[in-house]
């Protein structure tokens, strides 16, 4: 069974930093994508990055692109979101996500039905 568990979520002023971690456990290999969601109070969940599990490559959507950073231990399972100059806009509920991908795959989105596994997901709140 696919379990991901988020951490280091927190309150932050404008302009300052956090990182995430989401620790992935259940994989039997390791041909899988992560992405990193978030869901505002009132607003749809969107994906904001991802990264293909074997080949390490990422994607972004255009908001965060520059802001946040997105990567993984290999060899501890865990994928990081580096989240920086941080507004209040992005506060909201963190999500990671994954799901198996073709072994051929070295790319990921960040949405789509792919995504199968989900955390509980961790708060994010940017505030002065």
């Known amino acids: 069974q696919v379990q991901l568990v988020e951490s280091g979520g927190g309150l932050v002023q404008p302009g300052g930093s956090l990182r995430l971690s989401c620790v992935v456990s259940?994989?039997?290999?390791?041909?899988?994508?992560v992405g990193w969601f978030r869901q505002a109070p009132g607003k749809e969940r969107e994906g904001v990055a991802c990264i293909n599990n074997r080949f390490g490559n990422q994607n972004y959507v255009v908001s965060v692109e520059g802001r946040f950073t997105i990567s993984r231990d290999y060899d501890k399972n865990t994928v990081y979101l580096q989240l920086s100059s941080l507004q209040p806009g992005d506060t909201a509920v963190y999500y990671c996500?994954?799901?198996?991908?073709?072994?051929?795959?070295?790319?990921?989105?960040?949405?789509?039905?792919?995504?199968?596994?989900w955390g509980q997901g961790t708060q994010v709140t940017v505030a002065s």
């Open positions: 259940g994989f039997a290999s390791d041909n899988y994508i």
């Open positions: 996500a994954a799901g198996f991908v073709s072994m051929l795959n070295k790319d990921c989105a960040t949405s789509g039905p792919a995504y199968r596994s």
